[in-house]
């Protein structure tokens, strides 16, 4: 349903937290211009944990508002709770989101009968395409490909995106779900290899700082075009590291900040990168040509 480069865009705030709606206007505005396939709104790293559910239903119609329709607008809309996911998927779809993305539940550590009642349920109750995201590095939660499949059965369940940097589980997705799912590399590193397994695009943190190279990286694995998407990565590489060597979104609000693009704020308890991390962060961007 959605291809290419999905960039899982940052939540612009000035430094103390305050949500910067003027940052927020060009960061989607150098995202339509630099060719970003899709825009996902308040995911993890968009700081999803840290915003109040006004905030995130705000920011979700904001964006939607901003795009104007130009490109997808994928709603991140995951909890540990599944009322509270049920309410904010509703949100989402009442603002004109084009799918939401939801996170399998963290923190409680669901059985996989769980997650299979938990996604069931918000798909049944909001009839909006839905995305699952497995990021077990991050939630402590590992939704197994059986699962998947099962989930995979229910019509509006039509995509996962696939956080555990394995070309093995992906594969093992594509073999039990065939067409009725689409899967999305969650891993920048592994895009590559991904897509080339049957992936159908990325839902990107490098696509932040490096649009238009994380659109053509995407566009010419889809099409075989190998050569070119070996050069391009081979450009991303630094970028795909090093913007995880602290916690995400750490990294990328900082590299956004030296590109001019966004002011300091994070919120805690995440901290501004630290200053060791600086100079290798600057010097994945300029390997990128794109500071």
């Not at 490096?210 to 050069?231: I, Q, V």
């Not at 693009?261 to 300029?286: F, M």
Request: aromatic residues 4%; contains cysteine.
């Amino acid at each position: 349903m959605f291809h290419g480069s999905m960039v899982a865009l940052v939540t612009p705030m000035q430094e103390g937290g305050v949500l910067d709606s003027e940052a927020l206007s060009r960061l989607v505005e150098f995202h339509i211009e630099n060719r970003t396939d899709a825009i996902v709104a308040v995911g993890t790293t968009g700081e999803s944990a840290t915003v109040d559910e006004k905030e995130h239903c705000g920011l979700i119609r904001q964006i939607i508002d901003l795009v104007k329709g130009r490109i997808p607008v994928i709603a991140g809309t995951g909890a540990n709770s599944t009322s509270e996911a049920i309410t904010l998927t509703r949100c989402a779809m009442e603002a004109g989101a084009d799918a939401c993305l939801l996170v399998t539940p963290y923190y409680n550590k669901p059985t996989q009968e769980g997650l299979y009642l938990h996604h069931k349920a918000v798909a049944e109750a909001v009839p909006v395409p839905q995305i699952l995201y497995n990021v077990p590095g991050r939630t402590a939660c590992d939704m197994l490909p059986e699962t998947v499949e099962r989930l995979s059965g229910i019509s509006n369940i039509v995509a996962i995106k696939e956080a555990t940097g394995s070309i093995d589980r992906t594969c093992e997705i594509l073999e039990r779900c065939g067409d009725r799912l689409d899967v999305y590399s969650g891993d920048d590193a592994t895009t590559l290899e991904l897509i080339q397994a049957g992936a159908k695009g990325a839902i990107s943190v490098t696509a932040n700082v490096a649009p238009a190279a994380m659109h053509e990286l995407c566009s010419a694995a889809m099409e075989g075009r190998l050569d070119a998407a070996e050069k391009i990565n081979k450009k991303l590489d630094p970028l795909h590291k090093n913007l995880f060597l602290e916690a995400n979104p750490i990294p990328v609000k900082w590299a956004l900040y030296e590109m001019g693009l966004i002011p300091k704020g994070i919120r805690l308890p995440l901290t501004v990168l630290s200053e060791q991390y600086h100079e290798p962060v600057r010097q994945a961007l300029k390997y990128a040509d794109v500071l």
